[in-house]
């Protein structure tokens, strides 16, 4: 950190929304430590292939890669920038009551499996979260086996190590993501079988038919998705509405998935079941962003619809300011509307967190855009929504959590006990979301299937089920967001102070 600067800012992550928040922030004045947990900044949208890859290539993969180079020159190279890769925020500790200032950052700087991390405590004059979000993979028969991806996964092997993750794939799920990973597969050479839009068409044209001239301001967006058009024609790859993997099958494998057509509500089409031979499949049903830091920041959350739990996003004013003292938000955790969206918000966020004029010319075409990426963000999950039917596809053995390996007719018989119907006595009882992840993976989805249950009281959920005196139980409370060991727990953190020193 810069000792002349006056305002000290520390933005967390480094994908669209926190690069662009890192260069606004710099040139408003303020001195920025930028945290990663990648080698590398760029998110998954700018994952950079290895440097045994010419940079033409790059440019062939990554939209708006030469912007993007721009931009991290910048701010990697800025005097007043710390940049800190392959770094883990593990905990933020708000202030005492009374004190308006940002919560203590808590940082392990060092490989996730390296021995020799240090432990470092900032303390921001403000702070940008822009974790991102992760893909969100709904349960169906065999998604446990080897060989079913995530998308995001099977894309970030493809992107960033030219590694592919089946010579015979399927993309399946919701959403527009679906066209770029299917890209990345067929660029690293596999042979993508077919694409596979769970919407179908009625659904996914009336969400981006309304209104179609406001398509107008989207220019960008609607060139994308020429090209990615034309590789799927080029490798003639069909691309499919109204139809959604719901079994994944395989003797210690996958070695076949079982397709089927789906009514708008995402309820299968009796009869219209086939069997497609794969080796991989890579599946995404739309993205859930990662919201322990915000939470553990004291920041208020929305709900878009109140009848999906599940769904949650900070909760922002026209600055990006949260609920939280000195803390601002960008990027999807505000709402999934993609790359540019996120860099507008960063723009935004840490302009103003780094001391920059709110009223300052620049703003007000800002926000314009940031306000027309809110309304293309409401058109995606218009025109993708996820149906309310999908549990349709469950059978009692089906597994939901992974990590325990907690079957669906486990949540329904611990939902239809009233002794442990409440989140936390499910949670204790089933097992659901204590593993690895914690309930990263599973927990928006058990959300959403005991939302669903009839020992659900009325009006509410066991997600927000509560023993009296103690606060509402949610997915995304982690008072450790990352794992820490013992004896990186014992030793004394370095302090700005001994930075500075």
């Known amino acids: 950190m810069s000792a002349g600067a006056s305002i000290h800012v520390v933005v967390v992550g480094a994908g669209p929304a926190g690069l662009a928040a890192a260069s606004a922030a710099l040139r408003a004045g303020a001195a920025v430590t930028l945290i990663d947990a990648a080698e590398r900044p760029g998110g998954q ?38 940049w800190w890769p392959e770094s883990a925020v593990w905990s933020l500790e708000r202030s005492d ?7 203590r950052v808590h940082v392990l700087r060092g490989p996730a499996d390296g021995a020799g991390r240090e432990r470092h405590v900032l303390e921001p004059d403000a702070l940008v979260l822009a974790p ?7 349960p169906f028969p065999g998604w446990d086996l080897p060989g079913v991806f995530t998308a995001g996964a099977a894309q970030a092997l493809a992107k960033g190590e030219r590694l592919v993750v089946g010579d015979r794939v399927v993309v399946a799920g919701s959403g527009p993501f679906l066209l770029p990973v299917a890209a990345s597969l067929l660029e690293a050479g596999s042979r993508v079988a077919e694409v596979l839009e769970a919407n179908p068409a009625a659904t996914v044209l009336r969400g981006w038919g309304r209104r179609p001239w406001q398509l107008a301001a989207q220019a960008g967006k609607a060139a994308e998705l020429a090209e990615y058009t034309a590789l799927l024609a080029r490798h003639a790859v069909p691309y499919r509405l109204g139809r959604a993997v719901v079994e994944a099958r395989g003797d210690g494998r996958v070695e076949e998935v079982v397709t089927a057509r789906l009514r708008p509500d995402w309820s299968v089409v009796p009869g219209s079941e086939r069997a497609v031979p794969v080796d991989a499949v890579c599946v995404s049903h739309g993205f859930t962003p990662q919201l322990e830091l915000p939470v553990a920041a004291g920041c208020a959350l929305r709900r878009p619809d109140p009848a999906s739990p599940a769904e949650a996003f900070v909760e922002v004013d026209g600055d990006q300011r949260t609920t939280g003292p000195g803390v601002y938000a960008a990027g999807e955790i505000t709402g999934i509307a993609g790359a540019p969206a996120a860099r507008t918000e960063g723009l935004i966020a840490g302009w103003l967190a780094g001391g920059g004029a709110p009223d300052a010319p620049e703003l007000a075409p800002l926000r314009r855009r940031r306000d027309r990426d809110r309304a293309f963000a409401a058109r995606l999950a218009a025109a993708h929504p996820i149906g309310a039917a999908w549990p349709g596809w469950l059978r009692s053995d089906t597994v939901v959590c992974r990590c325990e390996e907690t079957t669906y007719g486990a949540l329904r018989r611990a939902a239809g006990d009233p002794a442990g ?20 993976v599973c927990g928006p989805t058990v959300a959403q299937l005991l939302a669903g249950t009839p020992e659900a009281s009325p009006g509410a959920s066991p997600v927000e089920s509560q023993f009296e005196g103690l606060p509402a139980a949610t997915p995304h409370h982690r008072p450790l967001a990352q794992p820490i060991r013992l004896g990186e727990l014992a030793r004394p953190p370095i302090t700005d102070q001994e930075r500075e020193h």
């Open 45 to 82: 949208y700018h994952r950079m292939l290895p440097d045994a890859y010419a940079a033409a290539h790059l440019e062939r993969l990554h939209h708006g890669w030469r912007a993007f180079d721009r931009v991290r020159r910048h701010v990697l190279t800025h005097p007043r920038c710390d």
């Open 97 to 103: 009551p009374g004190e308006e200032r940002p919560p």
């Open 132 to 138: 991102g979000a992760h893909d969100r993979v709904l």
């Open 421 to 440: 119907a409440s989140a936390r006595a499910l949670k204790l009882g089933t097992r659901a979301g204590l593993g690895p992840c914690q309930a990263r």
